[in-house]
């Protein structure tokens, strides 16, 4: 006798309120999420000052951070930013001390992988060459002597 | 000709039906259970995937190891796994199950560095815990793996 | 052997181009093969679809929707899934026995099922007993079955099932009197003709007794094959699946399917009983008869008696699926303390009842 108004439809107590998962019109996505869910991490790496502070505070290690001289002496080039979200446990602390505001939590979720090392996710720009080493090095001489002729 | 038509169409619809059919057991030794189970109940309904919840390995074909694995508890997993029956697939839901997560091995001296150091994973589901939309996108991956439709959907690169 | 009753067999046979002069078992065996390839066996498939969106729609989720058109191809899918197991073990004796005694009953039921007025292989006097026997040796396949495991709960499920049976086949057997009661025979045709198309002819609704010697039927029939929501001896949440413990890959399909027949059949039965059998109204059947068209009039009458059949089921399905199951020494007592003498009381006021009819 209980089911006897689900199956007379009477209200809204038969409603189905299953989501049709990869379907993103019945279900929600990733921008259907609160503003400050956290999901997958994202390292804008422009702004990256590659200061460690985030790898140092992360809690299980996952942050791996290598750097070398840039081409300015106030920022550093990020050889290698890597995330290992297999690691990750989204606790949002690498976010809050990053300085730049480069490191971001992203909506998305999704992230399955037949390999453990596929959830490794790269946002280095890889080690300095020697082409850019010259450049630089060619482009900071013109600088400082630009400000000597001023 | 014969050989030819069964892998094109036998062998296509074999895989199908071992992919539309993946009968489930969970092992809840973490808190990534307590999203197993609400991917299981009715907001996102795992069984429109064909899962059913089993209760004896012999009757699965989807370990999904929710949790951490300890030292402890490593051998029973294997136990378990070993009582299933071919073909079977093990889904690694969460950080721990992924690599020990939060209590890697830097951090704890008890807990085994994942579930693959134990018995081999299909998919590996990153979150802490994931959202159950996380895990049903593993098992699609998973669905599509049996299948033979491999993508890389971690694009987060 | 073919009788002047059955001889319908023969027609069916020239239809799907038998030669003449084949011999009669030939016909039975067709028959049956026929019967069970295609009717009993789409209809297990359907009702496990059937049960799996019920029971998500009772819950408000969506049930299987991947596998073909609304998942409607899920049974398929699970099928063909069970069958690629790899076999663990070989098979030993014990198996193989309660196998050969679940089939044993399988198509001794299937031989006696009646299925339409067209297409009845045994129609005598005792013909209502037969499938009831062939329950009692389902049960038995299913306990030799848990005693086969070696195992607990294995052990457990099959003299729970053992104990269930023994509890539900004394009402079932006095309850199924009353319908032969009404009708003056046991034969399946007479019992048909007994009832009509209309509800208000249906055995059910002639006297209140019937009515009760219904639900006793329904429910003894329930605990007799330990259908959920009285499966205490095979449930997968009360005793780790009880005696289908340890089946996989081919040999829990054959069970999951002898467990569906089981239920089926004594569905099949209580329709035929009480609720009308295959009768169709005589304004239809009359020109269809005359007409020569009695395939067709073959065909209407099947479907009618297994809607009927599916809506029962459903029914049963929906009552296991929103009510707890019962503890199986509560199921027995029940049963024995219950059932048994309300189905004796049925069955004396269905007597008082027909004699009174018959002066």
Same mark, same amino acid.
């Given at each position: 006798?209980?089911?006897?108004?689900?199956?007379?439809?009477?209200?809204?107590?038969?409603?189905?309120?299953?989501?049709?998962?990869?379907?993103?019109?019945?279900?929600?996505?990733?921008?259907?999420?609160?503003?400050?869910?956290?999901?997958?991490?994202?390292?804008?790496?422009?702004?990256?000052?590659?200061?460690?502070?985030?790898?140092?505070?992360?809690?299980?290690?996952?942050?791996?951070?290598?750097?070398?001289?840039?081409?300015?002496?106030?920022?550093?080039?990020?050889?290698?930013?890597?995330?290992?979200?297999?690691?990750?446990?989204?606790?949002?602390?690498?976010?809050?001390?990053?300085?730049?505001?480069?490191?971001?939590?992203?909506?998305?979720?999704?992230?399955?992988?037949?390999?453990?090392?596929?959830?490794?996710?790269?946002?280095?720009?890889?080690?300095?060459?020697?082409?850019?080493?010259?450049?630089?090095?060619?482009?900071?001489?013109?600088?400082?002597?630009?400000?000597?002729?001023? | 000709?014969?050989?030819?038509?069964?892998?094109?169409?036998?062998?296509?619809?074999?895989?199908?039906?071992?992919?539309?059919?993946?009968?489930?057991?969970?092992?809840?030794?973490?808190?990534?259970?307590?999203?197993?189970?609400?991917?299981?109940?009715?907001?996102?309904?795992?069984?429109?995937?064909?899962?059913?919840?089993?209760?004896?390995?012999?009757? /699965? #074909?989807?370990? =999904?190891?929710?949790? %951490?694995?300890?030292?402890?508890?490593? +051998?029973?997993?294997?136990?378990?796994?070993?009582?299933?029956?071919?073909?079977?697939?093990?889904?690694?839901?969460?950080?721990?199950?992924?690599?020990?997560?939060?209590?890697?091995?830097?951090?704890?001296?008890?807990?085994?560095?994942? /579930? #693959?150091?134990? =018995?081999?994973?299909? %998919?590996?589901?990153?979150?802490?815990? +994931?959202?159950?939309?996380?895990?049903?996108?593993?098992?699609?991956?998973?669905?599509?793996?049996?299948?033979?439709?491999?993508?890389?959907?971690?694009?987060?690169? | 052997?073919?009788?002047?009753?059955?001889?319908?067999?023969?027609?069916?046979?020239?239809?799907?181009?038998?030669?003449?002069?084949?011999?009669?078992?030939?016909?039975?065996?067709?028959?049956?093969?026929?019967?069970?390839?295609?009717?009993?066996?789409?209809?297990?498939?359907?009702?496990?679809?059937?049960?799996?969106?019920?029971?998500?729609?009772?819950?408000?989720?969506?049930?299987?929707?991947?596998?073909?058109?609304?998942?409607?191809?899920?049974?398929?899918?699970?099928?063909?899934?069970?069958?690629?197991?790899?076999?663990?073990?070989?098979?030993?004796?014990?198996?193989?026995?309660?196998?050969?005694?679940?089939?044993?009953?399988?198509?001794?039921?299937?031989?006696?099922?009646?299925?339409?007025?067209?297409?009845?292989?045994?129609?005598?006097?005792?013909?209502?007993?037969?499938?009831?026997?062939?329950?009692?040796?389902?049960?038995?396949?299913?306990?030799?079955?848990?005693?086969?495991?070696?195992?607990?709960?294995?052990?457990?499920?099959?003299?729970?099932?053992?104990?269930?049976?023994?509890?539900?086949?004394?009402?079932?057997?006095?309850?199924?009197?009353?319908?032969?009661?009404?009708?003056?025979?046991?034969?399946?045709?007479?019992?048909?003709?007994?009832?009509?198309?209309?509800?208000?002819?249906?055995?059910?609704?002639?006297?209140?007794?019937?009515?009760?010697?219904?639900?006793?039927?329904?429910?003894?029939?329930?605990?007799?094959?330990?259908?959920?929501?009285?499966?205490?001896?095979?449930?997968?949440?009360?005793?780790?699946?009880?005696?289908?413990?340890?089946?996989?890959?081919?040999?829990?399909?054959?069970?999951?399917?002898?467990?569906?027949?089981?239920?089926?059949?004594?569905?099949?039965?209580?329709?035929?009983?009480?609720?009308?059998?295959?009768?169709?109204?005589?304004?239809?059947?009359?020109?269809?008869?005359?007409?020569?068209?009695?395939?067709?009039?073959?065909?209407?009458?099947?479907?009618?008696?297994?809607?009927?059949?599916?809506?029962?089921?459903?029914?049963?399905?929906?009552?296991?699926?929103?009510?707890?199951?019962?503890?199986?020494?509560?199921?027995?007592?029940?049963?024995?303390?219950?059932?048994?003498?309300?189905?004796?009381?049925?069955?004396?006021?269905?007597?008082?009842?027909?004699?009174?009819?018959?002066?």
């Amino acid at each position: 006798m209980t089911a006897f108004p689900y199956l007379l439809r009477w209200g809204d107590l038969r409603k189905e309120v299953t989501e049709g998962y990869p379907d993103p019109i019945s279900s929600k996505t990733a921008d259907d999420l609160p503003t400050r869910s956290r999901g997958l991490l994202f390292n804008e790496i422009d702004r990256c000052t590659g200061c460690k502070a985030c790898e140092e505070v992360c809690p299980c290690h996952c942050i791996r951070v290598e750097e070398q001289p840039g081409p300015d002496p106030s920022k550093s080039w990020v050889t290698v930013f890597d995330v290992d979200f297999s690691r990750c446990i989204f606790c949002g602390l690498c976010v809050e001390v990053c300085q730049p505001g480069s490191l971001v939590h992203t909506r998305q979720y999704e992230g399955a992988a037949y390999d453990v090392s596929d959830l490794v996710a790269s946002f280095g720009r890889g080690p300095v060459t020697d082409e850019q080493r010259t450049k630089w090095a060619l482009r900071r001489k013109l600088g400082e002597s630009d400000g000597a002729l001023k | 000709m014969s050989g030819s038509f069964y892998l094109s169409t036998v062998g296509k619809v074999l895989k199908w039906a071992r992919s539309k059919s993946l009968w489930y057991i969970s092992t809840g030794t973490g808190c990534c259970a307590d999203e197993v189970l609400g991917a299981m109940g009715c907001r996102y309904d795992l069984e429109r995937f064909g899962c059913l919840a089993q209760v004896d390995p012999r009757q /699965a #074909d989807l370990l =999904i190891v929710c949790g %951490v694995v300890s030292y402890k508890v490593a +051998p029973y997993l294997k136990e378990l796994y070993d009582e299933m029956l071919a073909p079977k697939y093990v889904l690694a839901v969460g950080s721990c199950a992924n690599c020990g997560g939060p209590f890697s091995q830097e951090s704890n001296y008890s807990v085994v560095a994942g /579930a #693959d150091q134990v =018995i081999p994973v299909d %998919v590996f589901v990153p979150g802490c815990p +994931p959202r159950p939309e996380a895990i049903m996108n593993g098992l699609i991956a998973l669905q599509e793996k049996i299948s033979g439709q491999e993508s890389n959907r971690f694009e987060n690169k | 052997m073919i009788s002047a009753e059955n001889s319908w067999i023969v027609a069916w046979g020239e239809a799907f181009g038998l030669p003449e002069g084949v011999p009669h078992w030939i016909y039975s065996a067709a028959a049956l093969i026929f019967i069970f390839c295609f009717v009993i066996v789409p209809c297990g498939g359907l009702m496990s679809y059937f049960e799996r969106k019920l029971s998500a729609d009772l819950q408000a989720r969506v049930g299987p929707n991947r596998a073909g058109p609304a998942g409607i191809l899920q049974p398929i899918a699970d099928l063909l899934k069970l069958l690629q197991k790899e076999a663990r073990s070989e098979w030993n004796w014990k198996e193989s026995l309660w196998l050969s005694v679940h089939t044993m009953a399988l198509f001794s039921t299937l031989a006696v099922l009646p299925l339409g007025s067209m297409a009845l292989l045994v129609n005598t006097e005792m013909s209502v007993f037969l499938p009831f026997w062939s329950a009692l040796v389902l049960a038995l396949g299913t306990m030799l079955l848990g005693l086969s495991q070696n195992s607990v709960p294995g052990w457990f499920g099959g003299i729970r099932v053992a104990a269930q049976t023994l509890a539900g086949s004394f009402p079932a057997l006095i309850s199924l009197l009353c319908t032969g009661v009404r009708s003056g025979s046991f034969r399946w045709s007479a019992l048909a003709e007994s009832q009509g198309f209309s509800p208000w002819d249906w055995t059910v609704v002639a006297n209140p007794f019937q009515l009760v010697a219904f639900c006793v039927f329904v429910v003894s029939g329930l605990v007799l094959l330990a259908i959920a929501p009285l499966d205490g001896g095979l449930s997968m949440s009360d005793i780790h699946g009880g005696v289908s413990s340890h089946l996989y890959g081919m040999r829990l399909s054959l069970f999951r399917f002898g467990r569906f027949y089981g239920f089926f059949f004594w569905s099949v039965i209580t329709v035929v009983l009480f609720l009308g059998a295959w009768d169709l109204p005589s304004q239809l059947v009359i020109p269809l008869r005359m007409g020569g068209a009695g395939r067709l009039l073959a065909f209407i009458e099947l479907a009618w008696l297994l809607i009927k059949t599916f809506a029962l089921m459903l029914l049963i399905i929906w009552i296991a699926k929103v009510n707890s199951r019962s503890r199986v020494d509560q199921i027995t007592d029940f049963a024995w303390k219950v059932l048994s003498p309300f189905s004796l009381a049925a069955l004396v006021g269905a007597s008082l009842c027909a004699g009174w009819r018959a002066f």
